[in-house]
């Protein structure tokens, strides 16, 4: 305990920024999965508490212990250019803690929404508290073995999508296709800037 | 969500002396704020996960988030320990933390907006593109 860690954990040198991007969604749905397909470092987890603070903003009807309650964070890193690096942080986005995930998602450009289209229902949390954050998003349906295959308009009608979000299909397994569906994110976040600025 | 042992917790609390939210420098601390130990510096009277803190950030910089993982303490902890150690001297804060949008509480907090944040994301995309 207490040595240091190997070269490749930190950060490199001449990185000067940090930026994040969330990655949303359900237990099982894909989250670390997807970061692990494009993380530089093994991913990292870690949690945090639920303080007195939030504690007044959020519901916590049916939770046992309030004291001892935590919401999980895995997150990766990703360094773009000699003084950029990228982190991804997946958390799974419950309304009742609203007030961890808006200090989970304080400064983040914005948010990857996973779903599994058998599970489509279990996304819609998740997709709810992002647009209450009006943080912008696309969503992306995680594909498995046994993925039924709805059209794109069933899809879009089931999570009542805005228009103007993105929904996309990817292989949270994949590195390629978890790479694909970063790309499609920070288009999206990009053509968002270019129109306010 | 998970529950964690109640005496997980009560250890970590006494690791910050009882405080349970960040204030002053650790309030500012962003997750992805990078810190470093400034070497050289006397280590007596730290407590143990002080001592572990320190020697995690001395192989380089390290973001608060990645020091959270390495040491196994919840962030809101984290964050206290490494700002008590910021003001002690014992960590330093990397320069320009330029790019984050910092603070702000409500709807769209903090997400990032202005020419810079427009040329982060294209280079990110061209990052990316090019993994």
Redesign the interface.
């Known amino acids: ?5 190997s ?1 490749g ?3 490199r ?1 001449t ?6 991007l969330m990655v949303v969604g359900p237990f099982g749905v894909g989250k670390t999965t997807l970061i692990g397909a ?1 993380s530089e ?1 093994e991913p ?6 639920m ?3 939030g504690a007044g903003v959020d519901d916590l009807t049916g939770v ?2 309030k ?7 895995d ?1 990766g ?2 360094t ?2 000699e003084d ?1 690096a ?2 991804l ?1 997946g958390t ?1 986005g ?1 309304q009742r ?1 609203t007030q961890i995930w ?1 200090d ?1 998602s ?5 948010a990857l929404v996973l779903a599994d289209s058998r599970f489509l229902d279990q996304s819609f949390e998740a997709l709810s508290l992002v647009e ?5 998003h696309i969503v992306a349906l995680n594909t498995f073995p046994d993925t039924p295959d709805y059209p794109g308009t069933e899809l879009r009608e089931a999570f009542d999508l805005d228009p103007g979000t993105p929904l996309i299909t990817c292989d949270a397994r994949d590195r390629r296709s978890a ?1 694909a569906a ?2 499609a994110l ?2 999206h ?2 053509a968002g ?2 129109e ?2 | 969500m998970t529950h964690r042992h109640r005496h997980d917790l009560v250890r970590s609390f006494v690791l910050t002396g009882g405080r349970a939210q960040p204030t002053g420098t650790a309030d500012e601390l962003d997750l992805i704020t990078m810190v470093t130990a400034v070497p050289g510096k006397p280590r007596t009277g730290l407590q143990p996960e002080h001592l572990r803190a320190i020697d995690l950030c001395r192989g380089g910089y390290l973001t608060v988030v990645e020091v959270a993982g390495h040491l196994g303490q919840p962030l809101t902890i984290t964050r206290i320990l490494l700002g008590d150690l910021i003001d002690s001297g014992l960590l330093s804060v990397k320069g320009d933390q330029g790019d984050q949008a910092g603070s702000g509480i409500g709807p769209a907090a903090g997400t990032p907006a202005g020419p810079e944040h427009l040329r982060t994301l294209e280079r990110m995309l061209h990052g990316l593109q090019a993994l």
Do not use: C, W
């Open positions: 305990m207490g040595s240091r860690l070269d954990v930190y950060v040198d990185v000067q920024i940090t930026a994040k494009v470092i990292l987890r870690t949690e945090e508490l303080t007195q603070n046992p212990d004291h001892s309650t935590t919401v999980a964070l997150f890193r990703l773009l250019a950029l990228l982190y942080f799974p419950q803690f808006e989970l304080r400064g983040a450009y914005g209450k954050s009006a943080l912008p790479k970063l790309i920070v288009q976040l990009y800037h270019q306010s600025s």
